[in-house]
């Protein structure tokens, strides 16, 4: 494939943008080369800017899950922006979709918009804080939950220790209410709660871990983390902006039969557009102003575009949940086909697949928290990517992201990517 149109809009953009992208992923840095530009996409496909037809395992990192330029979707934002695109009032729209959600989803009675996922668990950890007048959280190493400084902090040398910054910019003081606990160890959590007695506002936890590649909950693990809750009036908060109606109508609550306190929502909710939310019962989402002190608020919250879209894409997905079914059948193809190719080549590796969320990890060792996602050859995955790429297939371009398959793949689609995955490894 010839990425001419690319490397020239790559090399344009570096001069305007910082690294010529406006989300880090995008820039290719885990696996060099140069970042693809794309033009179009329409249901499974990509289409660049040199005219290369790409198969998409990324669907805008989950948001397209019906596959690009859903019908239903683009229909609703074309027919919506007619009528202005935004306001600063509120519109029926922003109730129709609300209700819709709280139906969907256990456990909440209501909800709120804001513009991102980074913007949802931000306010999510402000409003736990609120409720409780405590200031400690715990997120586990390895799971993302947005760029807000609570959250940009990583595992130092032990588990259980008070969090340092992984990003300059990040202060000290923000650092140290953030605490570290291990992806699918309890032991972990009980040794913070021990040593934070009362302290802790709320437990942040991506229910299928998905940004240290896809890593499923242990059996016993989240209800584990709800008992903890329980036992010191701590919230549970599932980040639910890459589960949420991706895993099934009501998310990762329903497909696994926990319940949070709090639950994050963007990604599928938005349908491609920039939305984000948060959710909760009652008793929990009164403190939020205007009816109670906790504050939040945005200039675009709920704007009608995005609305427009989130509702035409729910409601696709309330009507048809078989949706899920079928995703998830497309995507134990591909695991299964994946696997039988590298047992034969004898290559050490660890598939992990949760619903429509699976990744490959060239490691031997059994991948479920960050330290075992780290194991992973990085050298392995660059051939492995670029290779991919070369016969038309996207996917992410790190080791430590999920590929996130929509409903528009065909089984053919699958095959074709299976034969592109036996060249490949057939090629190391
Ligand atoms: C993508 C993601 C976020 C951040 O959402 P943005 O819309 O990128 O701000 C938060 N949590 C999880 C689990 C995510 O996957």
């Keep these: 494939m010839r990425y001419q149109r690319s490397s020239a809009l790559y090399q344009a953009a570096q001069k305007v943008i910082p690294g010529g992208v406006n989300s880090p992923v995008r820039a290719f840095k885990a696996v060099g080369g140069t970042p693809i530009f794309v033009e179009k996409a329409k249901g499974a496909y ?61 456990n909440i009675d209501k909800i709120r918009f804001v513009n991102s996922g980074t913007e949802a668990c931000m306010s999510a950890i402000r409003l736990a804080r609120g409720v409780t007048g405590r200031e400690k959280i715990i ?46 160890d309890l032991e972990s959590v009980a040794e913070i709660f021990k040593e934070n007695e009362n302290q802790i506002a709320a437990i942040i936890v991506e229910p299928v871990a998905g940004n240290m590649g896809c890593i499923p909950p242990k059996e016993g693990f989240l209800e584990g983390l709800r008992s903890f809750c329980d036992a010191q009036g701590t919230l549970l908060v599932f980040d639910e902006v890459m589960t949420g109606f991706r895993l099934a109508p009501g998310g990762a609550q329903e497909k696994l039969g926990v319940k949070a306190d709090i639950i994050t929502f963007g990604k599928v909710l938005g349908g491609g557009l920039p939305v984000g939310a948060f959710a909760a ?23 009608p575009l995005a609305m427009a879209a989130g509702l035409a894409m729910l409601t696709e997905l309330n009507k048809n949940p078989s949706i899920f079914s079928s995703l ?3 995507t134990k193809t591909l695991h299964e086909g994946m696997e039988s190719i590298l047992l034969r080549k004898g290559m050490p590796f660890q598939i992990n697949r949760f619903g429509s969320m699976i990744s490959l990890h060239f490691t ?32 992410p371009p790190s080791a430590f992201e999920s590929y996130f398959l929509n409903d528009a793949l065909s089984m053919e689609d699958i095959y074709f990517t299976l034969k592109a995955f036996e060249k490949t490894i057939n090629g190391f």
């Design 281 to 303: 019962k009652n008793e929990i989402m009164q403190h939020l102003a205007p009816e109670g002190p906790v504050y939040q608020a945005g200039t675009l919250s709920g704007n």
């Design 46 to 106: 990509l289409y660049d800017e040199d005219g290369n037809r790409l198969i998409d395992y990324i669907s805008s990192w989950g948001p397209v899950i019906l596959g690009h330029a859903f019908e239903p979707v683009i229909k609703a934002v074309i027919e919506r922006a007619k009528l202005g695109t935004s306001f600063g009032m509120p519109t029926a729209l922003e109730t129709e979709i609300a209700s819709l959600a709280v139906q969907m989803v256990p």
């Design 139 to 184: 997120k586990f190493a390895g799971c993302y939950h947005g760029h807000s400084d609570s959250f940009l902090i990583q595992a130092g040398s032990g588990a259980v220790t008070f969090g340092s910054p992984n990003s300059p910019g990040v202060t000290q003081g923000t650092a140290k209410d953030t605490l570290l606990a291990k992806y699918n």
């Design 364 to 395: 031997a060792e059994e991948v479920v928290d960050f330290e075992t996602a780290a194991l992973g050859n990085n050298d392995f995955f660059k051939k492995y990517f670029h290779g991919m790429l070369d016969e038309g297939i996207y996917l």
């Design 328 to 330: 998830e059948a497309k």
